[in-house]
């Protein structure tokens, strides 16, 4: 598994797919990794179940304080970010969350 310094992102190929970055090394334990990106009501609910199960995440507002008032707070989204370690644990959570409503890569 390669790990892109720039966006945090997981990546099984050479290159980073999401922000383009073509020098992604190799992942160790303590990289902090993208999880999922979320509107502020699944945030809540996943950070306690996160809590729950004891997992650190940093947990950060996407879009700023000036879009959340254009598109309205309910619209904006978090992203949370574990350290690898964690992360296989944290991506069972979020399967168990949300694989009702969304198919999850
Ligand atoms: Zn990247």
């Not at 892109?4 to 990546?11: G, M, V």
């Not at 978090?78 to 992360?87: D, E, G, L, R």
């Not at 991506?91 to 999850?104: L, V």
């Amino acid at each position: 598994m390669n790990y892109c310094e720039k966006c945090h992102h997981l990546n099984h190929n050479e290159e980073c797919s999401y922000c383009g970055n073509k020098k992604l090394r190799s992942i160790t334990d303590g990289d902090v990794c993208f999880l999922i990106e979320k509107p502020m009501i699944w945030a809540e609910m996943l950070k306690e179940k996160l809590d729950n199960a004891e997992i650190p995440f940093e947990c950060v507002g996407g879009m700023g304080a000036a879009m959340a008032i254009k598109a309205g707070p309910y619209l904006e989204n978090y992203q949370f970010y574990v350290p690898y370690i964690h992360y296989s644990k944290a991506k069972i959570i979020i399967d168990e969350m949300f694989s009702q409503d969304q198919s999850i890569e």
